[in-house]
């Protein structure tokens, strides 16, 4: 069964870097399965798409954070990370590691058939200084 | 605001039937890009309730059901329980944004 958890730091100061690293189980994170991502809950608001990797090495970015954002994958670790550069308080959330099951059919327009089937618990990140 | 557009709230008592609507546009629902239905509960992470527009990954009960129409969705929620209260998100992808959207979100009480 398939678990993700999200880890890092809770505060970051204004500007600097906010890293994230959500730690996979239950399955390979290289696998042709999953399409992996992270989503953003600032509080008291709706949900917001950071972005999103597959196992064959490709990206895609919400593009009102593609400037600011990287996503990484550590296939050792079976871990991928989340960098968000030059944040400020509008960065403040709760930020949710998720994953798609899409059986091998990850890409677009199949991908878009599929929901985020498991998300991790959410890590809260507070920018402030 | 959000591309997709819900509700603020909707409630109803025990054991009746509740509609949740979602309206997007040519560039999301109306381009037939499949909707996702989520229920947040308080303090949780989100739950996939509804993908495809239509399909329950395994677990999902019954009593939820989605269904699209033009540029539109709407998840229905049957028999409802007192633990069915918390938050609800439709999703889909923009391809005018590139990227995938969710709705505001809707506030279900359970009276």
């Known amino acids: 069964q398939l678990q993700l958890q999200e880890s890092g730091p809770g505060l970051v100061k204004p500007s600097e870097t906010l890293s994230l690293t959500c730690t996979v189980s239950?399955?390979?994170?290289?696998?042709?399965?999953?399409?992996w991502g992270w989503i953003r809950q600032p509080p008291g608001k709706g949900l917001e798409w950071i972005g999103s990797f597959y196992y064959s090495g490709s990206t895609s970015y919400n593009p009102s954070l593609r400037s600011r954002v990287t996503i990484s994958v550590d296939t050792s670790k079976n871990q991928f990370s989340l960098k968000l550069s030059s944040v400020t308080a509008a960065d403040t959330a709760v930020y949710y590691c998720?994953?798609?099951?899409?059986?091998?059919?990850?890409?677009?327009?199949?991908?878009?058939?599929?929901?985020?089937?498991?998300w991790g618990p959410g890590t809260t990140v507070t920018v402030s200084s | 605001q959000s591309v997709l557009t819900q509700p603020p709230s909707v409630s109803g008592a025990p054991g009746q039937r509740v509609t949740i609507s979602c309206t997007g546009g040519s560039s999301n629902i109306g381009a037939g890009y499949h909707v996702q239905w989520y229920q947040q509960l308080p303090g949780t992470a989100p739950k996939l309730l509804i993908y495809g527009n239509t399909d329950r990954p395994s677990g999902v009960p019954g009593r939820f059901s989605g269904s699209r129409s033009d540029a539109s969705a709407s998840l229905a929620i049957t028999g409802l329980q007192a633990d069915d209260e918390g938050d609800y998100y439709c999703?889909?992808?923009?391809?005018?944004?590139?990227?995938?959207?969710f709705g505001g979100g809707t506030k279900l009480t359970v009276l």
């Open positions: 239950g399955d390979s994170i290289s696998s042709r399965n999953y399409y």
């Open positions: 999703q889909a992808y923009d391809r005018s944004l590139s990227r995938w959207v």
């Open positions: 998720a994953v798609a099951f899409c059986g091998g059919d990850c890409y677009p327009p199949a991908l878009y058939y599929y929901g985020l089937d498991v």
